[in-house]
């Protein structure tokens, strides 16, 4: 029976026989969640399927035996187990279980997704089916782009007008206030987070073994906050669902402006239990030079003072004041464009690593095909699921190698996108490649056809749980 995981493990050694699933008992840590998710009955101790810790498996890895009389999964933190189930998943989704040796540990401890929850706005539910839908993958930080242009997406007790009065927009329309429809939170439910919502979302991804990064975007981005505040602006802004970028800035030398930022990070800080705190940085367009030095040098001041590790798109790195450590998010292409390498090798230079997420190849906003229904057609798109497997992130930026970087993160930004099934179909397939590059070690990866022969058995997995994709013949 061949066997087929995604994203690859590091060692796979095919038993023979198979082990029954059906009636099986399931004993150890997160014995619940392989109860919800493969229908197996919760025994205190000596289940059929034994789940413990402490095995010697490689940080985030896992071991799996599988054999006719049983099934051991061990690892040295929950972390690794919660991986190790997920392969489990795999194999178990056409039928008896094949006997099978596995050893697995990941490439990067920073696996991501990004979904950006402003130019559509998704509610609570949704967020936690897309969580389930990362985990699968094995992706262990969601990035929640929470502010734009088009709205600002989070409660902050401070600054009650960005929600009551920068919320109420969304690309094409959400009617004052009210949701287009678009996520399964309803037509009457407001577009944003209420702070005890975000904590409900960062709790379940937590029992997912995932990280919230929260991203608050600035200083462009930021018309929803200028229309909330209109002194946080140069001048006055009108609320905006379109999907032009680079045409809003915060007032750069205004005092209010700080204040503002010291008001959000803080609230921010105090709902996100994880390390990082996203600052954007990114499409400054209507910034100068001049003042966007000075503004990045004096924000990133601010939210380092609350003790996170920042991270800002590469543009950030233009800035030499960067508090030491602070993530690089590349978002250039796969053949870097003007400047993007030498704004995310400052970065390293200033103590910091890289998170790469490459336009034209990581991000699942474009399009599968020309003309197609969902997606745009930008950064060299439309963007082919073989495009999105075929490439390293080691061998993009010269002087950025396995070394300096934290990871690989796939974005989608949702100007296109309009419920959680729209996110689902551009997501997957290209996702699992994404998600490949991210946790698979280079040895473990072999040609994209091996790939592209694999994902059946995650297909399976998908259409069992109801969650939608591109058709992988398509
Ligand atoms: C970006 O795509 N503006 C980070």
Same mark, same amino acid.
């Given at each position: ?30 014995? #619940? ?5 493969? =229908?197996?009955?919760?025994? +205190?101790?000596? =289940? ?110 401070? !600054? ?15 009617? =004052? ?26 709790? @379940? ?33 009108? /609320? ?16 209010? *402006? ?64 960067? /508090?030491?450590? *602070? ?7 796969? *053949? ?21 997420? /490459? ?8 399009? @599968? ?16 699921? #073989? ?10 930026? /010269?002087?950025?190698?396995? +070394? ?13 996108? !309009? ?34 022969? !694999? ?20």
């Amino acid at each position: 029976m061949s066997i087929a995981i995604v994203p690859a493990p590091v060692s796979v050694v095919p038993g023979d026989g198979t082990f029954t699933l059906a009636g099986a008992t399931v004993s150890g840590p997160l014995a #619940e969640y392989l109860s919800e998710t493969l =229908g197996l009955a919760v025994v +205190e101790s000596g =289940g059929d399927v034994r789940l413990e810790l402490g095995s010697g498996a490689a940080p985030g890895g896992y071991t799996l035996e599988v054999a006719p009389a049983g099934i051991r999964l061990a690892a040295d933190a929950t972390a690794g187990l919660f991986a190790g189930v997920q392969t489990l998943r795999q194999l178990a989704a056409n039928g008896p279980v094949p006997c099978v040796s596995i050893e697995d540990h990941p490439r990067f401890s920073y696996r991501g997704a990004m979904l950006d929850v402003a130019r559509h706005f998704f509610g609570v539910a949704d967020v936690k089916r897309y969580i389930d839908d990362i985990a699968l993958l094995k992706f262990n930080h969601l990035h929640l782009h929470l502010t734009d242009d088009q709205g600002w997406r989070l409660e902050i007790l401070s !600054r009650p007008e960005l929600t009551a009065k920068g919320a109420t927009t969304q690309v094409g329309g959400g009617g =004052g206030g009210r949701g287009s429809g678009g996520g399964s939170g309803g037509f009457d439910a407001p577009l944003f987070y209420t702070q005890d919502e975000y904590r409900e979302i960062v709790a @379940y991804a937590a029992s997912r073994f995932i990280t919230i990064v929260p991203e608050i975007d600035m200083p462009g981005h930021t018309n929803a906050a200028i229309v909330a505040y209109p002194e946080l602006g140069d001048s006055p802004a009108e /609320p905006y669902e379109g999907i032009e970028v680079g045409f809003s800035s915060l007032a750069i030398r205004s005092e209010s *402006t700080y204040d503002f930022i010291e008001d959000v990070v803080r609230e921010v800080v105090g709902l996100t239990p994880g390390p990082y705190l996203h600052l954007g940085g990114d499409e400054s367009l209507s910034t100068t030079d001049e003042d966007f030095l000075t503004f990045i040098a004096r924000a990133t001041a601010i939210a380092a003072a609350h003790g996170r590790t920042l991270i800002g798109w590469h543009e950030m790195g233009r800035s030499r004041d960067l /508090p030491a450590g *602070t993530i690089g998010q590349y978002w250039s292409f796969t *053949t870097p464009q003007e400047g993007a390498a030498e704004h995310t090798l400052s970065f390293v230079e200033q103590g910091g690593r890289v998170i790469m997420s /490459p336009a034209d190849v990581a991000y699942l906003d474009i399009a @599968y095909e020309p003309d197609a229904a969902l997606g745009l057609v930008w950064a060299n798109g439309p963007t082919s699921l #073989e495009q999105a497997y075929d490439w390293d992130p080691a061998d993009i930026v /010269p002087g950025i190698g396995e +070394e300096q970087l934290l990871g690989v993160e796939a974005p989608l930004w949702t100007e296109t996108v !309009r419920s959680i099934g729209d996110a689902e179909y551009l997501a997957f397939p290209r996702m699992a490649a994404v998600a490949e590059i991210a946790w698979s070690p280079r040895g473990a990866r072999q040609s994209f056809a091996d790939f592209a022969g !694999r994902l059946g058995s995650i297909e399976a997995v998908w259409d069992a749980a109801g969650i939608r994709h591109r058709p992988l013949d398509g």
